[in-house]
T-cell receptor
């Protein structure tokens, strides 16, 4: 079993839709969770980070962590064509290195 | 907002040649990293660096790779004798410290093409 798994997509949605992106992980020691957005041929850009179970909201983005299920989600409300990118989840335990999921490619169609 | 900068944005080299990829991490950050992303694949950890020494490295980071912080601002990745399979995007990243509230901040990468 891979340490962090994501559905690679591509995921295509119409503009204005609510998008749900998900990661599952196997290592229960992970305590700290991040979502990155990566445009083609650019570096990953930090969107959200959290270290507790529950929800964290920032504008159109909501990050959700369920440690008991080892499952994290990123919701994008009112999706825009500019949200079209690859979304990477990442996680770590204290003092250890970050582990990335393979990414989900999202296309928001105008 | 402070950012990680990388140069060059694209480097083409012949197999067997040495390349040096350069990075300027965010100025008050203490931990530095190199990651690699082969086209269409996941972001892979290469090496982390703290207090002027390597703190962790992956299996990818073999004897052909080395890192250096030659001065107070630059952080470099050297590949001594490039192979075709070294062709990838190389990302430098930095964090403020090793705490939970210290996410990775990435540069925009150097695209390395080995011919």
């Amino acid at each position: 079993q891979k340490e962090v798994e994501q559905d690679p997509g591509p995921l295509s949605v119409p503009e204005g839709a609510i998008v749900s992106l998900n990661c599952t992980y196997s290592n229960s020691a992970f305590q700290y969770f991040m979502w990155y957005r990566q445009y083609s041929r650019k570096g990953p850009e930090l969107l959200m980070y959290t270290y507790s179970s529950g929800n964290k909201e920032d504008g159109r983005f909501t990050a959700q962590v369920d440690k008991s299920s080892k499952y994290i989600s990123l919701f994008i409300r009112d999706s825009q064509p500019s949200d079209s990118a690859t979304y990477l989840c990442a996680m770590r335990n204290y003092g250890q290195n970050f582990v990335f999921g393979p990414g989900t490619r999202l296309s928001v169609l105008p | 907002e402070p950012e990680v900068t990388q140069t060059p944005s694209h480097q083409v080299t012949q197999m067997g040649q040495e390349v040096i990829l350069r990075c300027v991490p965010i100025s008050n950050h203490l931990y530095f990293y190199w990651y690699r992303q082969i086209l269409g694949q996941k972001v892979e950890f290469l090496v982390s660096f703290y207090n002027n020494e390597i703190s962790e490295k992956s299996e990818i980071f073999d004897d052909q790779f080395s890192v250096e912080r030659p001065d107070g601002s630059n952080f470099t990745l050297k590949i001594r004798s490039t192979k075709l399979e070294d062709s990838a995007m190389y990302f430098c990243a930095s964090t403020l410290d090793s705490s939970y509230n210290s996410p990775l901040h990435f540069g925009n990468g150097t695209r390395l093409t080995v011919t």
